[in-house]
């Protein structure tokens, strides 16, 4: 079925590294863009990365501007998000979101994965 | 960078009444690229409407957005027990995408 599903969160230390994933299934993942999208403890949305479906555009939040890196795995249909140097203030639950629409890097989405929680603390 | 302001941050109602939520952007949505979305806790965000007015697949009439420019309305016309959720707007004319901080629809 058509679904997105993250992995890779976890507890770090502050300053490390961490990678998420998100699988997808159920459409053609080359076509559409992606984007992470992240939610603090009690928090709204933040906009976190979003990657061009060709790969040609990849924009940041300045929050994690020079620290998170997206990439996507057309082959294996997956989405990735590189964080280093970690802080505690990007402890949040991270969603990947898939645009409605093939071709537009900013859109709207219309499927979310269930979200993969990062918990950044000594 | 578009900000998106949502009010009231809670509203208190009871199921059968009508739920009137704010979005207002910074800038003119000339476009009317906004979205809203419903989430429930420990979910993730679901797509409501689409270009300010347009349901989703699957939506029930009793929800309808409407406005332009930079003052956009969800309406939920008689809640019923599952809208009980927080509610983001979000503008898609380029970039940053931002939500706005959400609205808490909760039973009175």
């Known amino acids: 079925q058509v679904q997105l599903v993250e992995s890779g969160g976890g507890v770090v230390q502050p300053g490390r590294s961490l990678r998420l994933s998100c699988a997808a299934s159920?459409?053609?993942?080359?076509?559409?863009?992606m984007h992470w999208v992240r939610q603090a403890p009690g928090k709204g949305l933040e906009g976190v990365a979003v990657?061009?479906?060709?790969?040609?555009?990849?924009d940041y939040a300045d929050s994690v501007k020079g620290r998170f890196t997206i990439s996507r795995d057309t082959s294996k249909s997956t989405l990735y998000l590189e964080m280093n140097s970690l802080r505690t203030e990007d402890t949040a639950v991270y969603y990947c979101?898939?645009?409605?629409?093939?071709?537009?890097?900013?859109?709207?989405?219309?499927?979310w994965g269930r979200g993969t929680l990062v918990t950044v603390s000594s | 960078e578009i900000v998106l302001t949502q009010s009231p941050g809670t509203l208190s109602l009871s199921p059968g009444e009508r739920a009137t939520l704010s979005c207002r952007a910074s800038?003119?949505?000339?476009?009317?690229?906004l979205a809203w979305y419903q989430q429930k806790p420990g979910q993730a965000p679901g797509l409501l409407i689409y270009?300010?007015?347009n349901r989703a697949a699957g939506i029930p009439d009793r929800f309808s957005g409407s406005g332009s420019g930079t003052d956009f309305t969800l309406t939920i016309s008689r809640l019923e027990p599952e809208d009980f959720a927080v509610y983001y707007c979000?503008?898609?004319?380029?970039?940053?995408?931002?939500f706005g901080g959400g609205t808490t629809v909760e039973i009175k």
């Open positions: 979101a898939k645009v409605d629409w093939s071709g537009p890097t900013y859109w709207y989405f219309d499927l």
């Open positions: 159920g459409f053609s993942f080359s076509e559409y863009a």
């Open positions: 990657i061009s479906y060709d790969e040609s555009r990849k």
């Open positions: 800038q003119s949505l000339g476009s009317s690229y």
């Open positions: 270009g300010v007015s």
């Open positions: 979000q503008h898609y004319e380029g970039s940053p995408l931002t």
